[in-house]
C-alpha cells in the first residue's frame, strides 16, 4: 500500500470529551485528526493508515434526529473521502451502538468499508445484525486498546481489498449469513471427531455457536410482606396517553417513570400501552389496568397484605429488547428503588 489508508473515526460526545449525558444532545461535529481514543487508534493503525477525522455527535441526538444526522454524516463523509471508517467501540451501551451502527450503514452505502466494536448484546447487534460488521466486546472500556486494534486490523484488510472470511476467523461477530464451504471431511465425520475428543477430554470447537447466559441468583423471599414498601416495574408499555418519554414500542433502550400517586386505578382518557409485540386493543379502549394491576394493589395495601406501595412505576417493553439495555434498565431503577427504600417489588410482563 503505497499510500496511506485515510481514516476516519466515529465517537460519542462522552468519549470526544465534550461531557455525558448533559451533552447528549449535541449535533454532529467534525474535527481534524485523532480525538480522545482515537489516539490509541491511531497507534495501532501505525504507519499503514491515518485518522484524518473524528465525527462526534451525542447520543441522544443521533437516536432521536437520525435523518438530520445521517445527513450531516453522509455529507462529512463527501467531503472527508475516508478509505475506512471505524465506528466506536460502543460495548454495551445502547443509544452509542444505534449511532455507530448508523454511521457504518452510511459509509457502506458509499462503499466505505466500516468496522465498529460492540457487545454481543448491544440493541444495534440485534438490530442491524446482517448489515453490522462489529468486532466483539466485553462490558469494560479498559479493553479499549485490545479492541481498537482488532476494528484496526480487520478494518484494513478490508481497506485492501481483502475478502471478509468467517466470523470466527476474522473476528467479528457472526450476522446470520451464511455461505457455501467445501470441508475435507464430511459433517458425520467432523461431529464423530468432535465427540471423541470431547469423551478423551480433548480441546474441540463446534461449528454452531450457542449463546450462552450468565446465572442469576434469585433474591432471598420476602417473609412479611405487610412490612415492605413495593416497588412496580411494567413491560407492557404502559405510559400517559400521548407517550411523553417516547418509550419505544420494541428495541427499548430506556423506561419511564411515572408517579400514580393519588389514583385508585388507571383510566383510559390518561393511559395507553404502546407495546408493540401484542394486540393492544383492549389495554387502550376497555381497560388499562390489566397491564398494571393497580386496583388489585391498592387493596391488597388496604387488607395490609401489603405494606405500601411506592408511588412511581417504571415501564418498558420487553418485545425485541436485548440483554443488555435491558440490564441496564435494571440497573437504573435498582437504584432508585434501592434510594427510596423499596425492599421489594412486582414485574407485570407484557
Known amino acids: 500500500m503505497a ?34 481514543p482515537g489516539r490509541a487508534l491511531q ?16 447520543d441522544d441526538f443521533i437516536a432521536e434526529n437520525e435523518d438530520e444526522a445521517g445527513e450531516s454524516i453522509g455529507k462529512a463523509l463527501d467531503d472527508l473521502k475516508p478509505d ?42 440485534i438490530t442491524h445484525r446482517r448489515d ?7 462490558l469494560d472500556a479498559t479493553e479499549m486498546k485490545d479492541i481498537l486494534s482488532r476494528m484496526a486490523e480487520l478494518g484494513l484488510k478490508l481497506a485492501a481489498g481483502g475478502k471478509l472470511g468467517p466470523a ?70 404502559i405510559v400517559p396517553r400521548g407517550n411523553p418519554d417516547a418509550v419505544p414500542s420494541a428495541r427499548s433502550l430506556h423506561a419511564g417513570r411515572y408517579s400514580f400517586e393519588g389514583l385508585e386505578e388507571l383510566d383510559l ?15 387502550n379502549t376497555v381497560n388499562p389496568n390489566y397491564a398494571l394491576p393497580l386496583p388489585a394493589l391498592r387493596k391488597l395495601v388496604e387488607d395490609g397484605v401489603i405494606g405500601e406501595l411506592y408511588p412511581f412505576f417504571y415501564s418498558t417493553v420487553g418485545n425485541q429488547t436485548a440483554i443488555g439495555p435491558a440490564q441496564e434498565i435494571g ?7 434501592k434510594a427510596a427504600g423499596v425492599s421489594a417489588a412486582i414485574q407485570v410482563a407484557g
Open 84 to 125: 475506512l471508517v471505524l465506528a466506536g467501540p460502543a460495548f454495551d451501551s445502547g443509544r452509542y451502538g444505534l449511532g455507530c451502527a448508523l454511521v457504518c450503514r452510511i459509509s457502506q452505502s458509499k462503499n466505505i468499508p466500516a468496522v465498529s466494536g460492540m457487545h454481543p448484546d448491544n440493541a444495534a447487534v
Open 132 to 138: 453490522l460488521l462489529a468486532v466483539p466486546t466485553g
Open 3 to 36: 499510500n496511506k489508508v485515510r481514516v476516519v473515526h466515529y465517537i460519542n460526545q462522552f468519549f470526544g470529551g465534550i461531557g455525558g449525558e448533559d451533552k447528549s444532545d449535541i449535533p454532529v461535529q467534525v474535527h481534524h485528526g485523532p480525538v480522545g
Open 269 to 283: 382518557e390518561h393511559w395507553e400501552s404502546v407495546h408493540g409485540g401484542f394486540n393492544t386493543r383492549i389495554l
Open 43 to 58: 497507534m495501532a493503525l501505525g504507519d499503514r493508515a491515518e485518522v484524518v477525522a473524528t465525527i462526534i455527535c451525542g
Open 168 to 237: 470466527g476467523e476474522d473476528g467479528y461477530i457472526p450476522r446470520g449469513k451464511r455461505e457455501l464451504v467445501f470441508k475435507k471431511e464430511t459433517g458425520s465425520k467432523r461431529a464423530l471427531d468432535m465427540l471423541l475428543a470431547r469423551v478423551k477430554g480433548e480441546t474441540w470447537e463446534s461449528e454452531i455457536a450457542v449463546q450462552r447466559y450468565a446465572t442469576v441468583t434469585p433474591a432471598a423471599p420476602v417473609e412479611d410482606l405487610s412490612s415492605v414498601k413495593l416497588g412496580i416495574v411494567v413491560s407492557t408499555g
Open 331 to 337: 440497573k437504573r431503577v435498582a437504584e432508585d428503588f
